[in-house]
Antibody, heavy 121, light 108 residues
Framework: QVQLVESGGGVVQPGRSLRLSCAAS????????MHWVRQAPGKGLEWVAVISYDATYKYYAGSLKGRFTISRDNSKNTLYLQMNSLRAEDTAIYYC??????????????WGQGILVTVSS | DIQMTQSPSSLSASVGDRVTITCRAS??????LNWYQHKPGKAPKLLIY???NLQSGVPSRFAGSGSGTDFTLTISSLQPEDFATYYC??????????FGGGTKVDIK
């Protein structure tokens, strides 16, 4: 069955960096686009970024102002989110999600359980 | 970016009630509208895609409708496991996906 398992979260000081990973199994990872979505405490879902199946296309939420980078390693069935210059407002649960297509233009039809990132001094 | 506005932001209902949640887009999005269910501590779950298509495995009491700017999620007979927060999401502008603010459904 499809599994998405996020890791790499934790407490980090403002201004520092963190890299999240999402290990995928149960499907042919290299043929699907993948997303990151986050949920700040007490807030709703916010889309963060998408990457196409072959990493040709990458798009980001405008609010991130270039601080985050999405990437993938299809040989390792793993999705990444590199987060730099972290701010308190980046505190959230981060979810990886599988798109139903290869380019990231379809619905997010399977999600991981999420990983908590806390930005605090 | 396309703004998605859900109403109500919360509602209280009883088991067996018919529940309707609305989602309005700031511009026409055709039928590029998805609905998700999210329970605390759990992974969000896709319910409806392309406005009215029921995701595999989702009970038939869930139904979606609408096109253009106005959309509806209806739960025909609310069950105990349906108490959750529901989000709409547009994938018309695929360079900037956006979610509605959510509708929390709790027990009356």
């Amino acid at each position: 069955q499809v599994q998405l398992v996020e890791s790499g979260g934790g407490v980090v000081q403002p201004g520092r960096s963190l890299r999240l990973s999402c290990a995928a199994s149960g499907f042919t990872f290299s043929t699907y686009a993948m997303h990151w979505v986050r949920q700040a405490p007490g807030k709703g879902l916010e889309w963060v970024a998408v990457i196409s199946y072959d990493a040709t296309y990458k798009y980001y939420a405008g609010s991130l102002k270039g601080r985050f980078t999405i990437s993938r390693d299809n040989s390792k069935n793993t999705l990444y989110l590199q987060m730099n210059s972290l701010r308190a407002e980046d505190t959230a649960i981060y979810y990886c999600a599988k798109d139903s297509g290869s380019l990231g233009t379809q619905e997010m039809h399977f999600w991981g359980q999420g990983i908590l990132v806390t930005v605090s001094s | 970016d396309i703004q998605m506005t859900q109403s109500p932001s919360s509602l209280s209902a009883s088991v067996g009630d018919r529940v309707t949640i609305t989602c309005r887009a700031s511009q026409s999005i055709s039928n590029y509208l998805n609905w998700y269910q999210h329970k605390p501590g759990k992974a969000p779950k896709l319910l409806i895609y392309k406005a009215s298509n029921l995701q595999s495995g989702v009970p038939s009491r869930f139904a979606g409708s609408g096109s253009g700017t106005d959309f509806t999620l209806t739960i025909s007979s609310l069950q105990p496991e349906d108490f959750a927060t529901y989000y709409c999401q547009q994938n018309y502008n695929t360079l900037a996906l956006t979610f509605g603010g959510g509708t929390k459904v709790d027990i009356k």
